[in-house]
């Protein structure tokens, strides 16, 4: 099989404008008249599936958890990201979409993570609408922190809960469209298989998980968003989150993988303590926005939090900060991941496993206040503690780098089909963005 992008001709910054208007429409009328089957609820599903619902389309949604609301999305802490430029920093659309690419270690398509790039700056707008509590400034207005990988103010965040926001909002958009009859809801079910007639994806077939019955569903079109495949690894911030079984049988239907290898080391997790976890706890990147990380210049073993202060500063190694001074704490999650571990290579890693390092919040308490850090970060730290009994109010924490998530999915095409017609993955199930 050749593989057709379909990616528009012309410069990156008019090819997403020049394919909407090259788009055949369909007329509210004839929109009544087609079968929409969304596979997942997360940020991807749940907005695809209101979207299209909103747009006149039949739409049947499945998901294998309770309720939308228990999609993984809701564990995404840090925040999201626009070009609205309201720091006056120098951020642009053609800056998110560089810093897209560069974080992405060059992996991703170009046409379209500048699309990405473009219609962040309309998602923010829609999100407030739909009623996401973003974080505001003193005078009213959206507020912006730092985050990992960009020089640049441009992460939307909702305190340290914003994927549970962003997923609420979207939630109430896709129970609008359930309670006009535009959107069959269909919970505790599961995704067997994919129904192809005549070589075209034609519906799919699922398992009720309480009562163990298999239906067949059939629609003109099948979107799946059931996110990454993380859970192939052993330990991995994903726990009943993500399921492939979806990816995979799509896969074995024709839908070619795009870029297996595209897997997303996190920096700041809690490290792992034990044998008996089934998981790791991803602590958000916003953190590194104010805390900084080090390690001691020689190697002390075992060393605890609880002990830190006694390291004297100039015995510390803000390596980060040593190494990337343009960037400091604040560098790419890839970097951050792979000196983590060349410092722990190098035996100066903390904790009893000596795979650690110290994530320091203490000059940010000086300099800003209790209060503050609080209000920022508050709930981040709740968690932090009642995993670990450390208070880091008190103490720096302890991360270190673990598989966060996966970004390898099904090849999609530009408009997001997979190699069978009429088949198309949305989200972390795809491998475009």
Not at 47 to 75: M, T, W
Request: aromatic share 10%; hydrophobic share 35%; proline share 3%.
């Amino acid at each position: 099989m050749a593989l057709d992008s379909k990616i528009p001709e012309g410069p990156l910054a008019e090819k997403w404008t020049k394919h909407k208007f090259k788009s055949k429409l369909v007329n509210p009328a004839n929109k009544r008249k087609y079968d929409i089957i969304v596979v997942g609820t997360g940020l991807a599903g749940a907005s695809a599936a209101a979207s299209f619902g909103e747009l006149g389309y039949n739409v049947k949604s499945f998901c294998f958890q309770d309720s939308p609301r228990r999609a993984h999305s809701i564990a995404a802490q840090g925040g999201i990201n626009a070009a609205k430029n309201y720091q006056n920093d120098g951020d642009s659309v053609f800056r998110l979409f560089y810093d897209t690419i560069k974080g992405g270690d060059y992996r991703g398509r170009e046409a379209n993570i500048h699309r990405l790039a473009e219609v962040s700056v309309n998602i923010i707008d829609q999100c407030v609408a739909q009623g996401v509590p973003f974080a505001r400034d003193y005078g009213g207005l959206l507020d912006n922190r730092s985050f990992g990988g960009a020089q640049v103010s441009r992460t939307f965040y909702a305190r340290g809960q914003t994927g549970q926001q962003l997923l609420l909002g979207a939630y109430s958009a896709l129970s609008r469209q359930v309670a006009s009859g535009k959107v069959q809801l269909h919970a505790r079910t599961e995704m067997l298989d994919v129904v192809i007639v005549d070589g075209q994806a034609r519906g799919i077939v699922t398992r009720n998980l309480i009562t163990g019955e298999i239906e067949s569903h059939s629609a003109h079109a099948v979107v799946l968003a059931t996110g990454g495949y993380g859970n192939v690894f052993f330990l991995s911030t994903n726990a009943m989150g993500s399921n492939v079984t979806a990816a995979w049988r799509a896969h074995k239907k024709g839908a070619f993988f795009g870029n297996p290898c595209y897997t997303q080391i996190h920096p700041t997790c809690i490290p792992v303590s034990g044998d008996h976890q089934s998981k790791l706890t991803l602590m958000s990147e916003s953190l590194r926005n104010d805390g900084r990380i080090w390690v001691p210049k020689t190697a002390v073993k075992g060393l605890k939090a609880v002990d830190a202060a006694k390291i004297a500063e100039e015995d510390r190694d803000y390596y980060l900060e040593r190494k990337y001074p343009a960037f400091g704490n604040l560098v790419p999650r890839d970097v951050a991941s792979r000196n983590a571990k060349q410092m722990c290579d190098e035996g100066r890693g903390v904790g009893n496993t000596g795979l650690a390092v110290f994530l320091d919040f203490s000059d940010a308490i000086k300099r800003d206040g209790y209060e503050t850090i609080k209000g920022k970060y508050g709930n981040l730290f709740d968690m932090y503690k009642q995993i670990t009994g450390d208070d880091p109010y008190e103490m720096p924490m302890m991360i270190y780098p673990a598989v966060h998530y996966t970004m390898g999915g099904l090849w999609v095409d530009y408009n997001l089909m997979t190699t069978v017609p009429g088949l198309y993955a949305a989200g972390e199930a795809n491998f475009s963005d």
